[in-house]
């Protein structure tokens, strides 16, 4: 990755470690029975505002303070974690933070990113739509619209890969979902700056798989729908810059059922305790899929947030596992 150097890395790390300390990772072994395998945890769901997005938050925000000192506000649209790193990031800087969420949004994600002060608008039915929208607002308040994904945002969250690989060298693979591809491309510049030879698989949700359909075909595709549980992965127009480091550095791409991703959320917590919303605990759904494959192998699943609304968790506890 030409735009996320070691230094960049460093640096990032310098920032974000201002804010939080280094989450931890845990080799579970109900889940190493499970599987069959030693499996390590990345708890990201430990973070401040309970998902990994808010290491890319504080260092846009520190990198925006620089390069736009007039900044005086922030615009993004979420589906929940990016905008509650956006909006705790923008209260530490000192900067208004309005978010776009589409209707039908996580009304507990919701209430979070006004709790930590964000003006927070629905607009649309679903991400693209309040994507969309939220660059045009932008434009008529002059604030500056931040996007899902950047190089700033990278950069940021590539410490907790940097954390993982540190302290678990020799990784055979790392299981990380895709969203808009932040999650992914940090492990896979981590990885390639601490120079682990450890494969990267991304997974996605079968009804929002336009990653899936991308790698397949190595260029763009989007979807008409993005319906799935999982709201960290529900993208349907994939990001061509993230798309350009997938290729390159991603081993394969999973596709997941909604039972699988809602099973994975309930052996979480049987197995661990943990809560995990649904792009949370795809790693441990595409590990299950591919158990027979990863037999007796050191993998890693980034447990990427554990902000599942209440009914959704309820419904993953329901079931046998």
């Not at 589409?102 to 649309?124: D, Q, S, T, V």
Request: overall charge neutral; proline content about 4%; charged content about 20%.
């Amino acid at each position: 990755m030409s735009f996320v150097s070691k230094h960049d890395l460093q640096a990032s790390a310098e920032i974000v470690y201002g804010h939080m300390t280094p989450t931890a990772q845990i080799c579970w072994p109900l889940l190493c029975q499970r599987i069959g395998a030693e499996v390590w945890v990345k708890h990201e769901n430990q973070a401040p505002t309970g998902a990994f997005k808010v290491r890319g938050g504080l260092t846009y925000m520190a990198r925006l303070k620089v390069d736009q000192p007039q900044c005086r506000g922030v615009m993004a649209a979420t589906r929940g974690n990016h905008g509650q790193s956006i909006a705790l990031a923008a209260a530490k800087s000192g900067l208004s933070a309005t978010i776009l969420v589409p209707h039908g949004n996580n009304p507990e994600k919701n209430a979070a990113m006004r709790a930590y002060g964000a003006e927070l608008i629905e607009h649309g039915s679903d991400f693209e739509e309040a994507r969309v929208y939220a660059i045009d607002l932008a434009q008529d308040r002059n604030l500056h619209m931040v996007p899902s994904f950047s190089p700033w945002l990278v950069q940021g969250v590539a410490t907790y890969g940097m954390e993982l690989f540190k302290a678990v060298p020799d990784l055979h693979t790392v299981y990380v979902p895709i969203g808009l591809g932040s999650g992914i491309c940090s492990v896979i510049a981590a990885r390639d700056a601490v120079r682990s030879t450890a494969k990267v698989v991304g997974v996605v949700a079968a009804n929002a798989a336009s990653y899936a359909l991308s790698f397949e075909a190595k260029k763009a595709i989007s979807t008409n729908s993005a319906d799935t549980l999982a709201d960290g992965m529900a993208c349907r127009v994939p990001d061509p810059a993230a798309l350009e480091i997938i290729f390159a550095g991603a081993d394969r791409i999973v596709s997941l059922s909604e039972d699988e991703i809602l099973d994975a959320m309930g052996i979480y917590f049987t197995d661990t305790h943990n809560t995990s919303e649904g792009a949370g605990a795809a790693p441990l759904a595409g590990l299950i899929k591919e158990k027979s494959r990863m037999q007796n192998k050191k993998v890693a699943l980034i447990l990427s947030g554990g902000n599942a609304d209440r009914g959704l968790f309820t419904q993953a506890l329901a079931r046998q596992h």
